[in-house]
């Protein structure tokens, strides 16, 4: 099992930064496939960002060219530029592996991120 916090969270004004950590402890990072989800309000989790345990990456749309996402042997990271109203949600970090046929996935709590106009 992966323990995920997330951390990094806040109000930005729109066009403003943030940097979003998730610590993991259990396991290496790049023994999962790492991901950042959010979930606005009134709306289901959708992903916003993954990079494999073999280093490649893939992003929603709508952060393409905004948002980046890296690693390193403890933590997962979302650089987001760029920031627009509609970014607004909490941002949770999900981690996944295969391990002899079975698949482990964990959820971080949740860090609340707020874009304003």
């Known amino acids: 099992q992966v323990q995920l916090v997330e951390s990094g969270g806040g109000l930005v004004q729109a066009g403003g930064s943030l940097r979003l950590s998730c610590a993991a402890s259990?396991?290496?990072?790049?023994?999962?496939?790492m991901s950042w989800y959010c979930q606005a309000p009134g709306k289901q989790r959708e992903l916003v960002a993954r990079?494999?345990?073999?280093?490649s990456t893939n992003y929603a749309d709508s952060v393409k060219g905004r948002f980046t996402i890296s690693r390193d042997n403890a933590k997962v990271y979302l650089q987001m530029n760029s920031l627009k109203p509609e970014d607004t949600g909490v941002y949770y970090c999900n981690a996944v592996r295969l391990s002899r046929g079975i698949r482990y996935v964990d959820w971080g709590q949740g860090t609340q991120v707020t874009v304003s106009s």
């Open positions: 990079i494999t345990s073999a280093g």
């Open positions: 259990g396991r290496l990072v790049s023994d999962n496939d």
